[in-house]
């Protein structure tokens, strides 16, 4: 379409979106987004992107809508604030575990029906508009900067005042020419809260993610989870909002989210079907919707807030199951203890014939039977 957008399109597709819930919306070119794929690409290089994924698979597309959609003009990028709704998992309580508050459920069907909302009103006026909200074809925090919505922090999170970075991001790609919207003049100052509360030291001063060191990575990549991370995963079953609570620009906005929401009882779940725990969780990402990457993130939380009520549990997956199942149950044995974790590690590894969960047995053993 070429005619340009009729006087007053932007202020309705703003009333629009905040009737859908959006607290921030502004419009930004569709100019590639350069810089942000030679960040990428460096990541890349230096291995700091961890395993290729997401945007990561292909840092052109995703740095350049017009690859994908080569009528675009502009984006109309929208946030949408996940707090109060999620609540707050309160202090850790012993046998359970903690999901970020981003996915306590799929709060991106907010942001996404918000979204569509602004599309179909583009649409009636005569546009062409797609919504894109977590997709690999953009960087969305770029957007959000550019499009005024937000600032980036060094936490690497977009971050807007009221709100600091309790914010899902998300456009509307369409070939109206709105007229673009200011950049934030804000940034993070002298603090480095969230550099330092960072449990793995994944974060440094100049915003970069060293995601090979993120728990929130490691909570959705497949693979055992390196030993150093499990140490500090604490009692995460999903995500990490460390660097989140830390923020104080989020700070006010956290305190009012105060209802009960998140907490998970582990041994429960270990219990379940696969078919059960993706039925419930469906709105995770889980790698190749295998249930197994979220039972070893249970395990490992169980190692952390486990009992000698969880020794039968784990016992159970050290005795059968995937190889990755029995490591990480070993593990989880050596950090709860108590003769009864002895005796269970001793018995698997007389039977035991994976080197790797071998390993993993003999460590736990030595740790459980330390004088
Ligand atoms: C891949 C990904 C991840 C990976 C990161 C992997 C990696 N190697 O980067 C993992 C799994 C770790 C992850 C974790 C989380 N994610 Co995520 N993730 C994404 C995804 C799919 C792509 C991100 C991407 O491509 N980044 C590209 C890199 C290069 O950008 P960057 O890291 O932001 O780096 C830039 C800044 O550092 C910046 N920069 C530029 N100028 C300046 C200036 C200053 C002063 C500073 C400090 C920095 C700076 O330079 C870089 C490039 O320019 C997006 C969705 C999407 N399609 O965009 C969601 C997204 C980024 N994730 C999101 C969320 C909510 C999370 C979690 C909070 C979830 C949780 N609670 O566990 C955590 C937060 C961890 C963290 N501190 O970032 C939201 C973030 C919303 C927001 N307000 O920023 C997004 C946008 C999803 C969405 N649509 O809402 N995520
Ligand atoms: S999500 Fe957690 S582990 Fe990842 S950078 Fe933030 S605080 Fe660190
Ligand atoms: S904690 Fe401080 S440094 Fe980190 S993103 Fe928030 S304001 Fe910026």
């Known amino acids: 379409m070429d005619a340009p957008p ?6 309705r597709l703003r009333r629009v979106g905040e009737e859908g819930g959006l607290v921030g919306l502004g419009v930004c070119s569709v100019e590639p987004f350069d810089e942000v794929r030679v960040e990428m690409a460096r990541r890349i290089d230096t291995g700091l992107a961890g395993r290729r994924r997401f945007t990561y698979t292909d840092p052109t597309v995703a740095t350049d809508v017009s690859r994908s959609f080569p ?9 949408f604030t996940y707090l109060p709704a999620a609540g707050n998992p309160g202090p ?14 799929d709060h991106y069907r907010g942001l996404r029906a918000a979204l569509s909302e602004v599309a179909a009103h583009l649409a009636a006026a005569g546009y062409r508009a797609e919504v894109l909200a977590d997709d690999n074809r953009l960087v969305d925090r770029g957007a959000a900067v550019r499009a005024g919505v937000a600032w980036w922090g060094k936490s690497t999170m977009a971050l807007a005042p009221k709100y600091g970075p309790w914010l899902l991001l998300g456009s509307v790609v369409t070939d109206a ?25 994944a974060l440094n001063q100049e915003g970069v993610l060293d995601a090979t060191r993120c728990i929130s990575y490691w909570a959705q990549t497949p693979g055992s989870i390196p030993l150093d991370i499990r140490q500090a995963w604490g009692d995460r079953l999903y995500g990490c909002d460390d660097c989140l609570d830390a923020c104080p620009p989020g700070g006010r906005l956290a305190e009012t989210s105060a209802a009960s929401e998140g907490r998970v009882d582990l041994l429960a779940l270990l219990e379940r079907t696969d078919e059960e725990l993706m039925a419930e969780y469906a709105h995770f990402y889980v790698p190749r919707r295998d249930a197994r990457f ?45 003769a009864d974790a002895s005796g269970a590690l001793r018995r698997a590894l007389a039977e035991e014939a994976d080197p790797a969960v071998v390993d993993e047995l003999e460590a736990a053993r030595r740790e459980v039977e330390r004088p």
């Open 71 to 79: 009528w675009a003009r502009r984006l109309v990028v929208g946030s």
């Open 177 to 201: 020419e709105l007229a673009e919207s200011e950049p934030m003049a804000r940034d993070c100052g002298t603090c480095v809260a969230c550099v330092t509360a960072c449990p793995t030291g």
């Open 294 to 338: 979220l039972r070893r993130n249970a395990l490992v939380a169980l190692g952390h807030r486990g009992t000698a009520e969880a020794v039968p549990v784990l016992t159970q997956y050290l005795a059968s199951g995937p190889a990755i199942l029995r490591g990480h149950a070993a593990w989880a044995l050596g950090r709860v203890g108590g």
């Open 92 to 105: 850790p309580a012993a046998g359970t575990g903690r999901i970020a508050r981003f996915a306590t459920v």
């Open 6 to 11: 009729r006087d007053g399109l932007l202020d």
